[in-house]
């Protein structure tokens, strides 16, 4: 799995306590629960014709919270290196590149447009 492999489960990545966003049917609850880690993931039907009223609130506190690292993601996507192919010379560089424009992208000094 490429979370198994990332450095997302290094030791020192998060703290305790931290909460981190999955999307829905990425299953990781596992691999963070041994370092007091939340993972929050929108909420699965399985089989119900309708969510709980606790479960709609979860949902939509989630929801609230995706549309600022969608906006995020928008902006890192801007960065013009990112709108081309990389040649196979370069692909080695791929995870770096996106790094740091990601990194750039947090300079910002708002994630919401002043006319939004």
């Not at 198994?4 to 290094?10: A, G, H, I, Y």
């Not at 880690?37 to 709980?52: A, D, I, M, R, W």
């Amino acid at each position: 799995m490429i979370i198994e492999r990332s450095d997302l489960l290094k030791d020192g990545m998060f703290e305790k306590g931290d909460s981190i966003m999955a999307d829905r049917g990425i299953m990781v609850q596992d691999l963070f629960a041994n370092k007091d880690v939340q993972v929050n993931t929108p909420t699965f039907l399985e089989g119900k014709s309708q969510l709980e009223a606790h479960e709609v609130v979860h949902d939509r506190r989630v929801a609230s919270k995706r549309i600022h690292v969608e906006r995020v993601i928008g902006l890192a996507k801007r960065y013009k290196i990112l709108k081309n192919d990389l040649s196979h010379s370069k692909i080695h560089l791929g995870s770096r590149i996106m790094t740091i424009c990601f990194v750039l992208s947090n300079f910002r000094r708002s994630i919401v447009d002043k006319f939004a």
